[in-house]
């Protein structure tokens, strides 16, 4: 079965200095990775996504994402962070039917001015 | 933005009585899914469709069904609620290969169990 851990819950962070967020994720096939941040009280966007085309993976607002298959991870990250990226962030991984998702425990990001 | 709607948005019901909570879509998409988001869990699958009338359960569906007659309505009825399923549900749709293309979210519905 699949499953996800982000491994972190709570991350802090000064503005203009690098975010790392994990994840790791358990799969006996290649899935599709994704991450997905979302703001307080909001919906859902997705930041990026991997789906066996190059490893390291550009998403928006200059975050990208490696996909490391030796170590199963799949670790977010930002060299600069802003004060707009305090949020939660969800690590997901797709089955093998690539009809369901499976989403980690999320991540809160602090960004401390 | 994908244009998703959910309704209501928020709800308070008491113990015991039905709920039917919609999901509308303008985006022709096949995929569609029932999330549930609690503090500490992330989101978890309640149940998903990939076409009219074909569902499928996911990992929390007990208490739970779905229904799909159109492609763009899939509605999520709760037959009996708990106060266990005080929850942020949010629905959410995808193209037509299903998990290797993103999903979109809406904006979720609060619904309180009294």
């Known amino acids: 079965a699949q499953s996800v851990t982000q491994l972190d819950s709570h991350v802090s962070v000064s503005e203009g200095t690098p975010v790392l967020l994990r994840c790791n994720y358990s799969?006996?096939?290649?899935?599709?990775l994704f991450w997905y941040v979302q703001h307080p009280n909001k919906g859902l966007q997705l930041l990026l996504k991997?789906?066996?085309?190059?490893?390291l993976v550009k998403g928006i607002n200059g975050f990208e994402a490696e996909f490391k298959k030796s170590e199963t991870s799949f670790h977010l990250t930002k060299p600069s962070a802003h004060m707009s990226d305090a949020a939660e962030y969800f690590c997901?991984?797709?089955?093998?039917?690539?009809?369901?998702?499976?989403f980690g425990s999320g991540t809160k990001l602090n960004v401390k001015p | 933005d994908a244009g998703i709607t959910q309704s209501p948005r928020h709800k308070v019901t008491e113990t015991g009585t039905p709920v039917t909570l919609r999901c509308h879509q303008t985006?022709?998409?096949?995929?569609m899914y029932w999330y549930r988001q609690d503090p500490g869990h992330g989101l978890r699958l309640i149940h998903y469709?990939?076409?009219?009338?074909?569902?499928d359960k996911g990992e929390v569906s007990d208490g739970y069904s779905v229904s799909r007659s159109k492609t763009e309505d899939f509605l999520l009825t709760l037959e009996s609620a708990t106060s266990s399923q005080t929850s942020v549900y949010f629905c959410?749709?995808?193209?037509?290969?299903?998990?290797?293309?993103?999903?979109?979210f809406g904006p979720g519905t609060r619904l309180t169990v009294t």
């Open positions: 959410a749709i995808s193209e037509s290969t299903g998990a290797r293309d993103e999903q979109y």
């Open positions: 799969s006996s096939y290649s899935p599709s």
């Open positions: 991997y789906t066996s085309a190059a490893t």
């Open positions: 997901v991984v797709s089955d093998r039917n690539f009809n369901k998702f499976y």
């Open positions: 985006e022709n998409h096949r995929y």
């Open positions: 469709s990939y076409g009219v009338k074909d569902t």
